[in-house]
């Protein structure tokens, strides 16, 4: 199972940011599909999740109302459109799969994970 993700880099407050997950080795529709994020010198996080049938979402507060997830079962990806990114933003992204229905919503929950790709937001 390999999960890339892609689209990190630096930005400023205010602006956008879109990250994407590509999967593969895998059955993508019997998988929740969910991102996490680590800032500096903190630990793992969960930021967002979508269900295995993709058409339900679920956030962490932090993110709600800016960040939105999403599945496309044919290209076997899924993005994280980030808007309105703060300096808190700031960590190193973290795809993540879970074989069962809801997703992973925390770290143990964590089947798969891809290599991160980081997000810094300047002030």
């Known amino acids: 199972v390999q999960l890339q993700a892609s689209g990190g880099g630096l930005v400023q407050a205010g602006d956008s940011l879109r990250l994407s997950c590509a999967a593969s080795g895998l059955t993508f529709s019997d998988y929740g599909m969910a991102w996490f994020r680590q800032p500096p010198g903190k630990e793992r996080e969960f930021v967002a999740v979508v269900i295995r049938s993709g058409d339900r979402r679920f956030y962490a507060d932090s993110v709600k109302g800016r960040f939105t997830i999403s599945k496309d079962k044919l290209k076997k990806t899924v993005d994280l459109q980030m808007n309105s990114l703060k300096p808190e933003d700031t960590a190193v992204y973290y795809c993540?799969?879970?074989?069962?229905?809801?997703?992973?919503?925390?770290?143990?929950?964590?089947?798969?994970w891809g290599k991160g790709t980081l997000v810094t937001v300047s002030s």
């Open positions: 993540a799969a879970a074989r069962n229905g809801l997703g992973p919503r925390s770290i143990d929950g964590v089947q798969y």
